[in-house]
């Protein structure tokens, strides 16, 4: 199973690998506690059965005979858990201990090597029986030895649920102690977020680099991909302006050939005539867009205090010929939640705009709703729109008046660019100034204050 957070992954794999290590930690330990106990078992089985060999004796006649000052005491006492068994080709003596049960004892036939085996023996007890045979007096001897292990192996079950214990206890530590560093370890990630959202706000050029080794390729990737995207965006813009420029010169000398005619080939050319106003229309826009973009970088964000005036002051210089002073109502020091070129191009489009239609008034406001979504009206005293127009003109080439320059994209464009960063559009008459007003709305989620 793997989850989508690299903490929960590492924890994961460290308590799986910690899982099956303790078990089989857990699992030796047990076996080898259980070795050891039962070889010391042994040992004191064999022990015991020597003890047993000094304290027996053959008569003159072959009979067995024990001598039970030599004997442990614990053999006397019934059910001690302590027992033995000693066999001669004649007699067969039992400790006191087993009082009137006895032992199974497996026929070896004459071999001397020892034998051990597990049985039950008095009261359901759990007997650790050791068997050797003896030479003595020339008589052969089987001694038995057994002893109960029921309590030992209770001890190893107690020893064992505590050592589980422990272990579920370094578990839960170790665990604790790996999130610890976990969260240390990924600081410079988290550094590297925040740098991220340094950079759409424009308060950075990239990422910095000076992160973890593992880290380091991806943050240099990542610069190096804004590096080419800021390439490309001025490569197409500045293309942009140098074709319209291009463009221009050879339209200037077209319109002077025309120019030149009389007035019967003029007529006869008024249809190219009007193709190459259009054309010339749609470049002198094409340069105004430049303008107004002037010098921009991806990564900024529009600074409201800092960019609008450059803005309004390149469009009252393109119209020079108009008295217009627009009145700006503003929400504070406010980073618009657009990139800087879209946002001067948003903006710089509805302007023109409205400075083409304006008497001698314009208002731009931006406020916030009570949903926190950051809202941009401008409004002129122009003519105005029907209702019905509003959807034409949000319409690529869709133009109010063919009478007035401009191929009618700019507020597609304004669209567009709206909708991108998931706001919304919205064109109605104004009440205050009586003509177009235009008012957008974007999300607050994407809104900076500075």
């Given at each position: 199973?793997?989850?989508?957070?690299?903490?929960?992954?590492?924890?994961?794999?460290?308590?799986?690998?910690?899982?099956?290590?303790?078990?089989?930690?857990?699992?030796?330990?047990?076996?080898?506690?259980?070795?050891?106990?039962?070889?010391?078992?042994?040992?004191?089985?064999?022990?015991?059965?020597?003890?047993?060999?000094?304290?027996?004796?053959?008569?003159?006649?072959?009979?067995?005979?024990?001598?039970?000052?030599?004997?442990?005491?614990?053999?006397?006492?019934?059910?001690?858990?302590?027992?033995?068994?000693?066999?001669?080709?004649?007699?067969?003596?039992?400790?006191?201990?087993?009082?009137?049960?006895?032992?199974?004892?497996?026929?070896?036939?004459?071999?001397?090597?020892?034998?051990?085996?597990?049985?039950?023996?008095?009261?359901?007890?759990t007997l650790l029986v050791r068997q050797q045979r003896y030479a003595k007096q020339g008589q052969e001897l089987l001694i038995v030895t057994a002893e109960d292990v029921s309590h030992i192996a209770v001890q190893i079950d107690g020893f064992q649920k505590q050592f589980g214990a422990a272990i579920l206890l370094i578990i839960i530590v170790l665990l604790a102690a790996q999130t610890t560093i976990i969260h240390f370890v990924m600081r410079p990630v988290r550094q590297a977020q925040q740098a991220i959202g340094q950079l759409e706000s424009g308060q950075v050029n990239q990422l910095p680099e000076h992160v973890p080794a593992e880290v380091l390729p991806l943050v240099r990737e990542v610069n190096?991909?804004?590096?080419?995207?800021?390439?490309?965006?001025?490569?197409?813009?500045?293309?942009?302006?140098?074709?319209?420029?291009?463009?221009?010169?050879?339209?200037?000398?077209i319109h002077q050939w025309y120019e030149s005619l009389d007035e019967s080939e003029q007529q006869r050319h008024e249809p190219v005539l009007r193709q190459i106003r259009q054309i010339r229309q749609r470049v002198d826009s094409e340069l105004k867009r430049a303008r107004l973009a002037g010098d921009r970088r991806s990564h900024k964000r529009f600074h409201l205090q800092q960019d609008l005036d450059p803005l309004l002051d390149t469009l009252q210089r393109l119209y020079h010929d108009k008295t217009i002073v627009p009145e700006v109502h503003n929400a504070g020091d406010v980073l618009l939640p657009l990139e800087k070129g879209d946002a001067t191009e948003l903006l710089g489009n509805l302007l023109d705009n409205a400075w083409k239609w304006a008497n001698s008034c314009i208002r731009l406001a931006f406020s916030?709703?009570?949903?926190?979504?950051?809202c941009i009206t401008i409004e002129d005293d122009g003519p105005g729109i029907e209702p019905h127009q509003a959807t034409t003109l949000l319409q690529r080439g869709q133009r109010q008046d063919e009478t007035v320059s401009g191929h009618g994209i700019g507020l597609s464009i304004v669209k567009q660019i709206v909708e991108s960063y998931h706001g919304s559009l919205q064109l109605d008459h104004s009440e205050q100034l009586g003509g177009l007003r235009v008012s957008i709305s974007l999300p607050s989620s994407e809104t900076e204050r500075a």
């Open positions: 199973m793997i989850f989508r957070s690299l903490r929960a992954n590492l924890n994961l794999g460290l308590l799986v690998t910690i899982i099956v290590l303790a078990v089989v930690l857990w699992t030796l330990i047990g076996i080898a506690v259980e070795k050891i106990t039962g070889e010391y078992i042994q040992t004191r089985l064999a022990h015991d059965a020597e003890s047993l060999l000094v304290a027996t004796d053959f008569d003159a006649d072959g009979t067995l005979r024990l001598d039970e000052q030599k004997i442990q005491n614990i053999y006397h006492r019934p059910f001690s858990g302590h027992y033995f068994i000693i066999q001669s080709a004649n007699n067969t003596r039992y400790s006191r201990s087993l009082w009137d049960e006895t032992l199974n004892v497996p026929k070896n036939g004459t071999a001397s090597n020892e034998l051990i085996s597990h049985q039950r023996g008095p009261r359901n007890q190096r991909l804004l590096q080419r995207q800021q390439q490309r965006l001025e490569r197409s813009r500045h293309a942009m302006g140098d074709v319209a420029h291009a463009i221009k010169t050879p339209l200037a000398l916030f709703e009570q949903n926190e979504r950051l």
